[in-house]
């Protein structure tokens, strides 16, 4: 057998195999359809959590949410995403902001701004030196216009970047419909919020101890000065440990409450009140209703696998769809008994069965690199026809495709081995 091999029919031999390996590629790239994940959580149009409960009492309150805590679900609501004054719950951000930014025990000058501003006060002097923490409370418990001006006087330079904080707060969370001009809350046509975006930042506050253990006391003296909190659901509704008051001609009577009964926490936030006895009876009324409604119900532990994702002509393992948290829900019982799942993953729905998780063997092909925690969809958790909480799919791993440097070398390899044989 006569030996061709020689170096000019290697070199020619070698283009040749590399100039089909580039068209290859090319045909693949441009007769495979590609799918998009990039900002694929951005795109996502969401879904409506509200829930109906049948004989919910008559409420005298204008504006009404009630949420529960770990989940955000809303639980009821009514107008509560049209813009209202907010009065003294204003200082719900004024107390948060604070206690971010400042040491419980720094010492506070009053000013004259501060001892004159009027309203509901606790009736500072000029010049008076106090701590943060005791003004903390005089703002939370007795509703103190003077504790918010010197407050914020002290945490930033004037009054003007004080609510430059607020409103950057407020933005950070998702309350986009809230404004923010004084830290007391007195009227003013462009210092609103909505009881939902009250209701977010309320519950920022409450992850915080300082702010927990304020506003569930009763009392507090600070020098010879006593404080008796204005909420009058605390101690006397099961559960109720807080929040705040408030009260102008604008925004009538406020409440923001929150409250916890086996192991289920909820905040509920209420705007124009006609009168603070209407105002007690619209929150106790309401958080009564809502714990005979609903309990706390597990229901999806965290990293259930729905799947594969792999590119064409990958060069790593598929990676697993799981989703990226453990889910427990407030639920009614009938809620409960008619709870169905389903998938979206890049814009394909699928039904999913939670208790045969095996049979969930959703199989997906991309042809782009997609990397760990990247989130491919939404996992829906449905009662009926109503979807009631929606949690991220993410995949497990990276999955990157093949590049033509690799097909390249695949050949060299191949050819390198072949030469040496």
Do not use: W
Request: net charge negative; proline share 1%.
């Amino acid at each position: 057998m006569i030996n061709i091999l020689n170096k000019k029919n290697i070199l020619i031999i070698t283009l040749i195999i590399i100039g089909l390996i580039t068209a290859a590629v090319l045909l693949c790239t441009n007769t495979t359809k590609q799918i998009k994940n990039e900002n694929y959580e951005e795109s996502f149009t969401g879904v409506n959590y509200e829930s109906e409960l049948e004989n919910l009492p008559e409420l005298s309150a204008k504006h009404c949410i009630v949420t529960e805590y770990e989940s955000n679900r809303i639980l009821y609501e009514k107008n509560a995403f049209n813009k209202s004054a907010m009065a003294s719950t204003t200082k719900i951000m004024t107390a948060l902001i604070v206690i971010e930014e400042c040491n419980m025990t720094d010492i506070v000058t009053v000013s004259k701004t501060a001892s004159a501003i009027g309203g509901s006060e606790i009736n500072l002097k000029t010049g008076e030196e106090i701590s943060v923490e005791n003004l903390l409370y005089g703002l939370l418990l007795e509703s103190g216009n003077d504790a918010a001006i010197a407050l914020a006087e002290h945490t930033a330079d004037s009054i003007e970047e004080f609510c430059i904080l607020m409103n950057k707060k407020a933005k950070n969370l998702g309350a986009q419909n809230t404004n923010f001009t004084s830290p007391h809350g007195l009227d003013n046509e462009n210092h609103f919020t909505t009881a939902y975006d009250l209701s977010i930042i309320t519950k920022e506050a409450l992850k915080n101890e300082i702010f927990r253990k304020i506003i569930s006391t009763k009392t507090y003296t600070a020098g010879n000065r006593h404080f008796v909190n204005t909420n009058a659901l605390l101690g006397t509704v099961d559960g109720v440990d807080g929040v705040k008051t408030g009260f102008t001609n604008n925004a009538g009577r406020c409440i923001v409450l929150t409250a916890e009964r086996s192991g289920m926490r909820i905040i509920v936030v209420l705007f124009g009140c006609p009168d603070s006895l209407n105002r007690t009876i619209d929150g106790k009324r309401i958080i009564e209703c809502i714990f005979e409604n609903y309990k706390i119900y597990d229901v999806l532990p965290q990293s259930i696998k729905l799947g594969s994702l792999d590119t064409k002509k990958s060069k790593t393992e598929p990676s697993e769809l799981v989703t990226n948290e453990s889910v427990r829900l407030p639920l009614t019982e009938n809620e409960y008994k008619n709870l169905s799942y389903s998938a979206e993953i890049f814009n394909n729905v699928y039904s999913v069965d939670i208790n045969n998780a095996q049979n969930n063997n959703i199989e997906i092909f991309i042809n782009k690199n997609s990397y760990k925690n990247s989130v491919c969809g939404y996992l829906f958790v449905k009662s009926g026809n109503k979807t009631i909480y929606k949690t991220a799919i993410a995949q497990s791993s990276d999955v990157i495709k093949k590049t033509y440097k690799d097909y390249l070398m695949n050949v060299l390899n191949e050819f390198a081995y072949f030469l040496s044989e």
